[in-house]
């Protein structure tokens, strides 16, 4: 059984069945497979995202049930509360579901500009908390106090001495001063990983030491020190290692502890924001994540209490921002192959002439004899001839049918090397399966679906949907449907992936992208005018599941309006266009205008390569 390293990222989400295809782990274990074929039986293709509420109920009772048990195994005295930052996806499937399944907890939102504090205003039950981060206009500002009015528990994080200026303008000019003020520190502890410029003393937010004593100056000042109640900071996303938040937490308790004892009589909260990790590794020895849930909590609650009972001040109330460790896991991206591109590398391709160069007829006869013991051993002498070959072929000795001759032959002999050499994936084989990779083409946009890959290189756990009960022997590489050289996912033999040599013209092959549910649908971009894939809700239930939210690709003209393109002026013209083709008969032309009408009708993805997909 092929896992894909499914017990490294899966966390117990999927399974695979005894088709060999992969399933939720939950009551009757559906496949995703039949999910898939239900919601194309509705006349969908091209990609789809399918969004699991379970999923992301499981990760919000997770982190809840984690901090309340650490609260509990350390007698710890402040409360702890949760926040989703909306920009991590504010797909509305999404936002719903997760404020659903955390109202019991109070769960609340973060916002960081003004469309998604409107959003949190919306969406955030009245009592659970909102905070704001990011930078602060008067408008901003104005739309806190507003919600503030509304029965929101906002507070308003500042990232800087000017906006602490507005805020403390607006109360009085609202006349309304008991708005919650937190504070983002500066740590010089340095932020982490990819987004390092989040924390760190060079960071892009946050008030340094000098700065926090003019803001309590200012507070003092303006009669709203009793407004101060929260010191907040962020690190970084996906923090590999626990040790710098551990740096990070005892700066910002000792701050905390500090601006306590110089009057800030009511704060009392610290916000880690976020950071918690996911694994994405698919294989062990390149794990991403080096810590659990449990520890990081264990961690946060045992350090804060030692750090207030050493300077004798309350234990303070712990919020956090975490949002790809509460949303990634729910989104899986199934995009169908739409190609092999040396699918049709087979014997009947070979035009072996009575008399072969002496390197073609030695690969013939390597093709023929190859066996386990030597596999690895032919395969090399195999691309060693291909390249001589090569050679002979550019210095004009060898004609193109023996370089086709060759082409067939070295993909034969690395099929059969790697079906009989096994899982021995050693480095050498890996290496040579590195130059004769198969190309699979992918019904999806790299750029619209997983931009992260594209921008920082971020691995996802990539699996076939089905077959996993056949060995996959090609070495593979993706290609996206974009014309850009940038979409693709080489062959890495650090983290290999292999997939099944399938006649696609036979039978569907899907591909599954697992843990895209955090930022990959917001920060895709419209490369080539590829948008947002075809999404669907799928709810498990005891007997099967439930497609409860489908949602086409949007179309090509509500692409082009979006672009705020006149699309009464594109239909128009080439409609006229057609209407007024010499060369388009009279008889065809309402073919024509109809064919161009239904294309515009419809989502930009790939349809019909070999008819069906
Ligand atoms: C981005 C961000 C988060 C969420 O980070 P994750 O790594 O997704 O948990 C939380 N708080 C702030 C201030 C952020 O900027």
């Not at 982190?63 to 609260?71: H, L, P, S």
């Not at 407004?227 to 000792?254: C, V, W, Y």
Request: with cysteine.
């Amino acid at each position: 059984m092929q896992r894909y390293g499914l017990d490294i990222w899966g966390d117990d989400n999927f399974c695979i069945n005894q088709n060999g295809e992969v399933c939720i782990n939950l009551y009757e274990k559906p496949s995703l497979l039949s999910m898939v074929k239900q919601i194309r039986q509705k006349g969908v293709k091209g990609p789809l995202l399918l969004r699991f509420p379970h999923l992301l109920k499981k990760q919000v009772e997770s982190v809840y049930e984690k901090f309340y048990q650490a609260k509990k195994e350390f007698f710890y005295e402040g409360s702890f509360s949760a926040v989703y930052p909306l920009k991590v996806n504010q797909y509305p499937e999404l936002v719903k579901h997760l404020m659903k399944y955390g109202e019991h907890y109070g769960y609340g939102l973060e916002a960081g500009s003004k469309a998604e504090l409107l959003l949190a205003m919306v969406y955030n039950k009245l009592g659970s908390p909102i905070t704001v981060n990011g930078f602060k206009d008067k408008e901003l500002i104005n739309i806190g106090f507003i919600a503030s009015k509304m029965g929101h528990n906002i507070t308003l994080i500042i990232e800087g001495l000017s906006e602490l200026k507005n805020i403390i303008q607006t109360a009085r000019e609202r006349k309304h001063n008991n708005i919650n003020i937190g504070i983002r520190i500066r740590l010089h502890s340095s932020g982490v990983g990819a987004w390092a410029k989040s924390g760190g003393i060079d960071s892009k937010f946050g008030l340094t030491s000098m700065e926090l004593l003019k803001a309590m100056k200012m507070l003092k000042k303006a009669d709203l020190l009793k407004s101060f109640t929260m010191i907040h900071f962020h690190i970084g996303s996906q923090i590999i290692d626990i040790n710098p938040l551990k740096r990070a937490l005892r700066e910002a308790g000792n701050i905390y502890a500090e601006l306590r004892k110089m009057g800030a009589r009511n704060l009392k909260a610290i916000n880690l924001g976020g950071g918690l990790a996911i694994e994405y590794s698919q294989s062990e020895n390149a794990r991403y994540r080096h810590y659990t849930l449990e520890e990081y909590a264990n961690d946060v609650i045992f350090l804060l209490k030692t750090i207030a009972n050493q300077k004798r001040e309350i234990e303070p109330d712990i919020f956090i921002e975490s949002g790809r460790y509460v949303v990634a896991s729910h989104g899986v991206l199934v995009a169908p192959v739409l190609e092999l591109f040396s699918q049709d590398y087979n014997e009947n391709r070979l035009e072996l002439k009575k008399k072969n160069p002496p390197l073609v007829a030695e690969l013939y006869d390597l093709y023929q004899s190859i066996e386990p013991k030597n596999a690895l051993e032919y395969l090399h002498d195999s691309i060693d001839h291909m390249e001589s070959l090569l050679t002979l072929f550019d210095l004009g000795y060898i004609d193109l049918k023996d370089r086709s001759n060759t082409e067939v032959l070295v993909n034969l002999i690395s099929k059969k090397a790697v079906s009989m050499l096994g899982d021995k994936h050693s480095r050498e084989l890996l290496s040579i399966q590195e130059r004769v990779q198969e190309r699979y083409l992918i019904n999806f946009s790299l750029f619209q679906s997983l931009p992260d890959f594209w921008g920082i290189k971020q691995n996802f756990p990539i699996m076939p949907l089905s077959h996993l009960n056949e060995r996959p022997t090609r070495a593979a590489s993706l290609w996206d449907i974009t014309c850009d050289s940038d979409g693709e996912m080489g062959f890495n033999p650090n983290n290999p992936l292999f997939l099944h040599e399938i006649n696609v013209n036979k039978e569907d092959y899907f591909l599954g992208f697992f843990l895209v549910g955090a930022y990959q649908e917001v920060l895709g971009m419209k490369h080539n005018l590829f948008v947002h894939p075809t999404e669907a809700t799928v709810q498990i239930t005891k007997n099967g599941f439930t497609i409860t939210n489908l949602l086409q690709s949007q179309s090509i003209l509500d692409i082009f309006e979006d672009m705020d393109y006149d699309v009464k002026m594109i239909k128009n013209t080439l409609f006229k266009r057609v209407k007024e083709s010499k060369k388009i008969s009279q008889e065809t032309k309402k073919d024509s205008l109809k064919e161009l009408e239904s294309y515009l009708e419809d989502n930009s993805y790939l349809k019909t390569i070999y008819n069906k997909r």
